[in-house]
């Protein structure tokens, strides 16, 4: 069994998917790289950057300037906002999640009427359904479909209706974690989306199966590079030319008639992860297994950079909080695939990281946790 080792700065432990730490200085990757290579960032040169790509977008006059990969939640507010501004003439795309919630829908219907044209992509629920069990099966992951769907169809789009420019909001794997931050990572690829798309590494075709054709796994099938560069189609980040903090965007988006959630779905944050019933809340619970830690502990970690918090006030809310077992969306999951609670579980357990986790008087603890005194009895 080994032992938790936790940043000094923020709170990530060394377990989380895609870090580094240094045992050294007792860091992650994230808090030692991001404060001195953001310090480098001439923004102003960035925007002017911004600028130049837009004003060749435009001379194209194609029938639309730039696809917005969007849920209606507060980031894809903000890239149609930033759109707008600059004049571009935006066709927004969303993979219709299967568990699309009321705000979910009154976001995404503000986000419309910022005056966009807007396409909503239904995959055939028969097979997203059963692609949604196969994943949480195999990864204990939910959201592989999910991550697939809404990289495969934006491009396709733009492609198909020779649009130039798709625009993605924050490069996440600077923001929630990485070996090596990129801040000069201006593009979106294949080669990224494999490595920090959330697809377990995977890909559509390694999906195919004896019940499952590559025509059923078609929403799912990222656009080749070379076609991409032959239809002269880039992606980009706008967090690689605008600043991104999440508190910031959502005062923007709120401004522009963006709705936050009366308490957190998960999380710290009543801005976030709200537009969908239980799949993603399950997919961030997922990470307590796996890892020994929850959605939490990704906000507070950020908050804690972004300095509106002291890593000593996180820790306090962290054990405030508890481990957010999301009880309604464990039985909304389960309704919807069609599977018992105690199946679930099963599951679940599969995932428990037996290198952390121990038992002891048939209670499951991880040792060396961050929070003394925490309830482990309490589910």
Not at 158 to 184: C, D, H, Q, T
Not at 213 to 223: E, L, Q, R
Not at 277 to 301: C, P, Q
Request: with cysteine; hydrophobic share 35%.
């Amino acid at each position: 069994m080994d032992k938790l080792n936790y940043c000094k700065k923020c709170i990530l432990p060394n377990t989380r998917p895609n870090i580094s730490y240094n045992y050294k200085k007792r860091l992650c990757s994230v808090c030692e790289q991001i404060t001195k290579t953001e310090e480098r960032i001439n923004w102003k040169k960035r925007k002017k950057e911004f600028e130049k790509i837009i004003s060749k977008v435009k001379k194209k006059n194609n029938l639309y300037d730039c696809i917005i990969p969007v849920s209606g939640g507060k980031d894809s507010t903000w890239q149609v906002v930033n759109a707008l501004k600059y004049n571009l003439k935006p066709l927004c795309v969303t993979w219709k999640t299967p568990s699309r919630n009321k705000i979910g829908s009154k976001n995404l219907q503000n986000l419309i009427n910022l005056g966009v044209s807007h396409v909503d992509f239904t995959v055939n629920q028969k097979i997203e359904k059963k692609f949604i069990l196969k994943s949480f099966i195999k990864f204990g992951e939910p959201l592989i479909p999910m991550h697939m769907a809404m990289h495969a169809i934006p491009v396709r789009l733009a492609v198909s209706f020779k649009v130039p420019l798709v625009l993605w909001a924050e490069n996440s794997r600077n923001e929630y974690g990485s070996k090596k931050i990129m801040l000069n990572e201006k593009y979106l690829t294949n080669k990224w989306r494999k490595l920090f798309g959330n697809t377990k590494s995977t890909v559509a075709k390694d999906w195919v199966d004896q019940r499952t054709t590559t025509k059923d796994m078609s929403p799912y099938i990222w656009v080749d590079e070379k076609i991409k560069k032959k239809n002269q189609v880039k992606e980009i980040f706008l967090g690689y030319f605008f600043k991104w903090d999440p508190l910031k965007i959502f005062n923007i988006s709120k401004k522009k008639g963006f709705t936050p959630a009366i308490k957190p779905k998960t999380g710290i944050y009543n801005f976030a992860d709200i537009d969908d019933e239980f799949l993603v809340t399950i997919h961030h619970w997922m990470k307590w297994y796996k890892f020994g830690f929850t959605r939490a502990w990704d906000n507070l970690s950020i908050e804690i950079r972004k300095g509106r918090i002291t890593r000593k006030k996180a820790i306090a809310s962290v054990k405030k909080i508890g481990s957010q077992t999301p009880h309604k969306e464990i039985n909304l999951f389960c309704e919807y695939l069609g599977i018992s609670k105690k199946s679930f579980y099963k599951i679940a357990e599969k995932f428990r990281n037996k290198k952390i986790w121990y038992k002891e008087k048939n209670i499951w603890k991880i040792k060396n946790f961050l929070i003394p005194g925490w309830n482990w009895s309490k589910k």
